[in-house]
């Protein structure tokens, strides 16, 4: 197994209207997908940067895990995504290396995505998200 691309880089916003018109205006991004996820409590937009993503997140949600990260320490990058070819063969390399993994399977993510995060305890303090197209 190899990271094959950055995917995402993953931003808590509380305002997800306001952020995107951030980037838009400030960057000259434009959205590129906007989906709600329920089962995180989450609704993320888009923005293509070459290959990569940046992914404005906000909770929809008080219990949502992004809600508890913006009320914990406020706004900011939240995870990174990597892009793997295998993201069963990736979980399987990561407990094998000794890391800690928040999904043990492989589950959905957006845009038709398989996903599994790992934890940022054992992954020096970083959230992972691995990202199988
Ligand atoms: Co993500």
Redesign the pocket.
């Known amino acids: 197994m190899k990271l094959t691309e950055i ?2 880089v ?1 931003i808590a916003v509380a305002d997800l209207d306001a952020a995107v018109s951030y980037y838009e205006e400030a960057f000259g991004a434009t959205v590129n997908h906007r989906e709600t996820i329920e089962k995180d409590g989450v609704e ?1 937009a888009l923005l293509k940067v070459a290959d990569s993503y940046v ?1 404005l ?1 906000t909770p929809i949600r008080d219990d949502s895990p992004v809600a508890k990260y913006i009320q914990a320490k406020g706004e900011g990058i ?4 990597y892009r793997v070819d295998n993201c069963q063969e990736a979980i399987d390399q990561v407990r094998a290396a000794g890391g800690r993994l928040i999904d043990e399977v492989p589950r959905p ?2 845009r038709g995505t398989t ?1 599994a ?1 790992v934890h940022p305890k054992g992954a020096f303090g970083t959230l992972i ?1 691995l ?1 199988q197209e």
């Open positions: 995917d995402h993953a993320e992914q997140l939240h995870h990174v995504g993510g957006s996903i995060f998200e990202v």
